[in-house]
């Protein structure tokens, strides 16, 4: 069973690199570059729609002085799920989705081509010296440009940046204002990003600060650093903090974290509390005692608190030791970029509806939390010194102070209802059998035209249709048989149905991690299929009636 040790020591993994890293040997840039050629600046992180994009440490995002930024290019197409080919010979790179050509680059120029128009970049396509596939350097702006993204920069100020490194005699790059150090960020937002405004008001967030405080307190962190109200986003150096959290719980990436909050969620320690506790119900008193006697060190003294806390506990086990942990996870998960803020706010309404469901009030969740904590770490709470008593002071000594204890552990949240964010749930029915999307295919949604726009390759398997895409016009060919057929073209108005042309008034479009979504009225009823749509207290429910075969 996969067990996690939160409290081993933090392995540091990522090492910042040195600010302005004078030493990193690229290889001069394309023609075109203006500034001084020996002097660019680090970016520390990357984020798309509140998602980090991955680099391992061999990989650095800088600046020139001009502000332009250069990224990896293949480490943002694996992002977005685009695919990337590189010719050394004659430095064309070809960026692709779904088998058809999105972009053509050519080292060492600015121009490019996207979806068949020639485009110019304020800054040249360049190489590291020892040219590669992977080291294809592309500026930030294509990004920002082809996925329609808003760029807002953050990290340190000028001024926060010349006092803290006034006696070090440093020469920082600023751009907007903005230092160049290795813990800057720039976010990137699409229009495919969670809107938090359209969340509604939540109190998650106070769960999470309760569940939080004392294993932030415990483990000398300060509890007020968690970012969950909306527009917040997590600090550089927080961000860092979530990365070394939770290495202590091997998860190093997107994938990993989730797989810890899903075992969290499901499982825990608490099912290994509840294995224990089983055995040891099940046998008889002799028995049980040739096991105590057996027993050495401290199992001696495990095997009967496992049966005390089952006693006092039932079937809720050390339920608020694995809850806890959930939320706090899912904090730290949210603040290193792996989940989004939407994303940890349903984790920790899981773990905040399972706390209030079993629970009374703080007093008497902590006290569960704390056995746990013991049970896990096999600790004698018999001795005054122990690390289970250290925490317990930390919530006694919070619950004395008015203001800490209205803050973290307010005992109203136990007789209100979990409020999490608020979701308007778009579903659609095919013939009375519900779309089924999976998570990484991209979900249905109301563009700004007001279309409901849903992922193309699903929408067509449910219907029984055949989608063929046409690398060369960018079109997307939609057949069902002697009914017709359809033709999109992404990013265009104009449709056709068997060869007559047509205009929408919304279009085709791709967005991250490359999915390609279409109006679903259009592509329906242009089929022959019939549509409804209706409001219902989860949101909108839209039905399609079609005799496709």
């Given at each position: 069973?996969?067990?996690?040790?939160?409290?081993?020591?933090?392995?540091?993994?990522?090492?910042?690199?040195?600010?302005?890293?004078?030493?990193?040997?690229?290889?001069?840039?394309?023609?075109?570059?203006?500034?001084?050629?020996?002097?660019?600046?680090?970016?520390?992180?990357?984020?798309?729609?509140?998602?980090?994009?991955?680099?391992?440490?061999?990989?650095?995002?800088?600046?020139?002085?001009?502000?332009?930024?250069?990224?990896?290019?293949?480490?943002?197409?694996?992002?977005?799920?685009?695919?990337?080919?590189?010719?050394?010979?004659?430095?064309?790179?070809?960026?692709?989705?779904?088998?058809?050509?999105?972009?053509?680059?050519?080292?060492?120029?600015?121009?490019?081509?996207?979806?068949?128009?020639?485009?110019?970049?304020?800054?040249?396509?360049?190489?590291?010296?020892?040219?590669?596939?992977?080291?294809?350097?592309?500026?930030?702006?294509?990004?920002?440009?082809?996925?329609?993204?808003?760029?807002?920069?953050?990290?340190?100020t000028r001024q926060k940046c010349e006092k803290r490194y006034a006696s070090?005699?440093?020469?920082?790059?600023?751009?907007?204002?903005?230092?160049?150090?290795?813990?800057?960020?720039?976010?990137?937002?699409?229009?495919?990003?969670?809107?938090?405004?359209?969340?509604?008001?939540?109190?998650?967030?106070?769960?999470?600060?309760?569940?939080?405080?004392?294993?932030?307190?415990?483990?000398?962190?300060d509890p007020s650093k968690i970012y969950l109200n909306p527009g917040e986003?997590?600090?550089?150096?927080?961000?860092?903090?979530?990365?070394?959290?939770?290495?202590?719980?091997?998860?190093?990436?997107?994938?990993?974290?989730?797989?810890?909050?899903?075992?969290?969620?499901?499982?825990?320690?608490?099912?290994?509390?509840?294995?224990?506790?089983?055995?040891?119900?099940?046998?008889?008193?002799?028995?049980?005692?040739e096991v105590l006697a057996n027993a050495e060190g401290m199992d001696k003294?495990?095997?009967?608190?496992?049966?005390?806390?089952?006693?006092?506990?039932?079937?809720?086990?050390?339920?608020?030791?694995?809850?806890?942990?959930?939320?706090?996870?899912?904090?730290?998960?949210?603040?290193?970029?792996?989940?989004?803020?939407?994303?940890?706010?349903?984790?920790?309404?899981?773990?905040?509806?399972?706390?209030?469901?079993?629970?009374?009030?703080?007093?008497?969740?902590?006290?569960?939390?704390?056995?746990?904590?013991?049970?896990?770490?096999?600790?004698?709470?018999?001795?005054?010194?122990?690390?289970?008593?250290?925490?317990?002071?930390?919530?006694?000594?919070?619950?004395?102070?008015?203001?800490?204890?209205?803050?973290?552990?307010?005992?109203?949240?136990?007789?209100?209802?979990?409020?999490?964010?608020?979701?308007?749930?778009?579903?659609?029915?095919?013939?009375?059998?519900?779309?089924?999307?999976?998570?990484?295919?991209?979900?249905?949604?109301?563009?700004?035209?007001?279309?409901?726009?849903?992922?193309?390759?699903?929408?067509?398997?449910?219907?029984?249709?055949?989608?063929?895409?046409?690398?060369?016009?960018?079109?997307?060919?939609?057949?069902?048989?002697?009914?017709?057929?359809?033709?999109?073209?992404?990013?265009?108005?104009?449709?056709?149905?068997?060869?007559?042309?047509?205009?929408?008034?919304?279009?085709?479009?791709?967005?991250?991690?490359?999915?390609?979504?279409?109006?679903?009225?259009?592509?329906?009823?242009?089929?022959?299929?019939?549509?409804?749509?209706?409001?219902?207290?989860?949101?909108?429910?839209?039905?399609?009636?079609?005799?496709?075969?």
């Amino acid at each position: 069973m996969k067990r996690y040790n939160k409290y081993l020591k933090l392995v540091t993994g990522v090492v910042l690199v040195a600010f302005l890293l004078p030493q990193i040997a690229f290889a001069k840039p394309a023609p075109g570059r203006d500034g001084n050629d020996e002097e660019y600046g680090v970016i520390g992180d990357i984020f798309i729609d509140g998602l980090k994009v991955d680099v391992d440490n061999s990989v650095f995002n800088f600046v020139f002085p001009d502000g332009h930024v250069m990224v990896m290019l293949e480490v943002f197409t694996d992002f977005l799920g685009y695919t990337m080919t590189y010719e050394e010979s004659s430095g064309k790179v070809t960026v692709s989705e779904n088998g058809a050509v999105k972009w053509k680059l050519q080292v060492d120029s600015k121009m490019y081509e996207s979806d068949g128009k020639q485009k110019q970049l304020q800054h040249p396509v360049c190489t590291y010296k020892e040219v590669k596939k992977e080291n294809v350097y592309v500026p930030l702006e294509l990004f920002i440009e082809e996925l329609h993204a808003e760029a807002k920069w953050s990290g340190e100020t000028r001024q926060k940046c010349e006092k803290r490194y006034a006696s070090r005699n440093m020469n920082i790059l600023y751009v907007n204002e903005i230092g160049m150090i290795a813990s800057s960020q720039i976010h990137l937002y699409t229009a495919n990003r969670e809107r938090e405004e359209q969340w509604g008001n939540y109190n998650v967030d106070d769960w999470a600060k309760g569940m939080w405080y004392i294993i932030m307190r415990a483990n000398g962190e300060d509890p007020s650093k968690i970012y969950l109200n909306p527009g917040e986003t997590a600090p550089s150096e927080t961000v860092r903090d979530g990365w070394q959290f939770l290495y202590s719980y091997n998860a190093y990436n997107r994938e990993e974290a989730l797989d810890t909050l899903n075992w969290l969620a499901l499982m825990g320690h608490r099912a290994d509390f509840a294995v224990a506790a089983e055995v040891f119900k099940s046998l008889t008193k002799e028995e049980y005692n040739e096991v105590l006697a057996n027993a050495e060190g401290m199992d001696k003294y495990m095997i009967p608190y496992t049966l005390e806390l089952d006693k006092k506990w039932g079937d809720r086990g050390i339920l608020c030791w694995d809850m806890f942990r959930l939320s706090h996870v899912a904090c730290w998960a949210y603040h290193a970029g792996y989940i989004t803020k939407g994303e940890a706010l349903d984790y920790i309404k899981v773990a905040a509806n399972a706390v209030k469901a079993n629970f009374n009030s703080w007093d008497e969740a902590v006290d569960n939390y704390l056995d746990g904590y013991a049970w896990w770490g096999r600790t004698d709470v018999s001795k005054e010194n122990s690390s289970y008593h250290k925490r317990y002071r930390i919530y006694k000594n919070a619950k004395a102070d008015a203001t800490t204890a209205k803050t973290y552990f307010n005992d109203a949240l136990f007789r209100q209802n979990v409020v999490g964010r608020a979701k308007s749930v778009t579903t659609c029915y095919i013939n009375d059998e519900e779309m089924q999307i999976g998570v990484n295919e991209g979900q249905i949604y109301i563009d700004a035209n007001s279309r409901t726009m849903v992922p193309l390759r699903t929408l067509a398997e449910a219907m029984n249709f055949t989608v063929n895409w046409n690398t060369a016009d960018k079109s997307i060919t939609i057949e069902n048989g002697p009914k017709g057929t359809v033709i999109f073209y992404l990013n265009s108005p104009k449709y056709s149905i068997d060869g007559n042309a047509y205009t929408m008034d919304t279009t085709a479009v791709s967005l991250p991690p490359g999915r390609t979504h279409v109006p679903l009225r259009y592509v329906a009823e242009s089929l022959g299929a019939d549509v409804k749509a209706a409001k219902t207290d989860k949101g909108m429910r839209i039905d399609i009636k079609t005799t496709a075969v």
